[in-house]
């Protein structure tokens, strides 16, 4: 995977999960903040929190942090699986 992929496919994935249910095209600023994030993380539980806390600097409303550690999860997957090709 092409890392011009993975940043697709991981603003897909914050897209999808629509935390504040406002629609999927709501979150573009977010999705560019966060996929930042998962480039300066390596742990999913760093990226939960920083992930957490572009939510609610943008929305003042803290998200469980359950729902930011799962999505931290598959975004750093993508992340490890872009890497891994040559």
């Given at each position: 995977?092409?890392?011009?992929?993975?940043v697709?496919?991981?603003?897909?994935?914050?897209?999808?999960?629509?935390?504040?249910?406002y629609?999927?095209?709501?979150?573009?600023?977010?999705?560019?903040?966060?996929?930042?994030?998962?480039?300066?993380?390596?742990?999913?539980?760093?990226?939960?929190?920083?992930?957490?806390?572009?939510?609610?600097a943008?929305?003042?409303?803290?998200l469980?942090i359950?729902?930011?550690?799962?999505?931290?999860?598959?975004?750093?997957?993508?992340?490890?699986?872009?890497?891994?090709t040559p």
């Amino acid at each position: 995977m092409e890392e011009s992929q993975a940043v697709m496919g991981m603003m897909k994935i914050i897209a999808k999960w629509d935390p504040f249910k406002y629609g999927e095209e709501f979150y573009e600023t977010e999705a560019v903040d966060i996929v930042q994030a998962v480039y300066r993380e390596d742990r999913a539980d760093k990226l939960a929190e920083a992930i957490q806390d572009i939510f609610e600097a943008s929305f003042e409303q803290k998200l469980p942090i359950e729902g930011c550690q799962k999505v931290a999860e598959q975004l750093l997957f993508i992340k490890e699986s872009s890497s891994c090709t040559p």
